[in-house]
């Protein structure tokens, strides 16, 4: 029973960090739309917030729950895990990633009301805070206790000044291309 869940588990994990994925990326062309001409701004509009919306309520939000829902059921099945000092790491950053889903929903909500507090820039670094969880998880997750956490903070603190001047380098990037 418990492979079975662990599986239910990755599977949810999978889809709901593809939920977050895509719907930051739908932000960011959201945001860019609103520097359309009107009449395309407005159809464009209309479009991401229903697919927006969909995305959310329809995929990554019951995601989410499953995935914590199928969590929890494990830690059930073996209550042992709670003393393994990797899953309280890990637990610690599952609340971050799921603070990271409820800012996510807030910024839509913003959006759907036509207020754009972020850039398109903004939001590809936003995206990147999700990568940042991901990896983090995924590595606490696989590695456990093998690693030692000063040199996992530095790995993660390393891989995430890469990811922000991948961005960075792919805006300039843009900029010289003329790409909006």
């Known amino acids: ?20 994925f895509y719907g930051v990326r739908l932000f960011i062309y959201h945001t860019e739309a609103q520097d359309k001409p009107e009449v395309e701004r407005n159809i464009l509009t209309a479009e991401y917030e229903r697919i927006e919306k969909r995305l959310f309520n329809i995929i990554a939000t019951p995601a989410m729950i499953l995935t914590l829902l199928a ?3 494990l830690v059930y099945l073996d209550p042992t895990l709670m003393r393994a000092n990797w899953l309280i ?7 971050g990633l799921v603070a990271y889903h ?19 820039f903004q939001l ?24 030692d956490w000063l040199y996992g903070m530095a790995g993660l603190i390393a891989f995430a000044m890469i990811i922000m001047s ?14 909006k």
């Open 89 to 95: 790491v890990k637990l610690c950053f599952v609340v």
């Open 71 to 73: 969590g929890i059921t």
């Open 102 to 120: 409820l800012k996510c929903q807030s910024m839509m909500d913003d959006m759907r009301h036509g207020i754009f507090k972020w850039t398109s």
């Open 1 to 20: 029973m418990y492979l079975y869940i662990k599986a239910i588990h990755i599977i949810f994990v999978v889809s709901w960090m593809a939920g977050l």
């Open 166 to 179: 991948a961005v960075k380098i792919y805006k300039n990037y843009r900029v010289k291309k003329g790409i």
């Open 124 to 147: 590809r670094l936003w995206n990147e805070v999700a990568t940042i969880f991901l990896f983090a998880i995924v590595f606490l997750a696989v590695l456990k206790s093998a690693v």
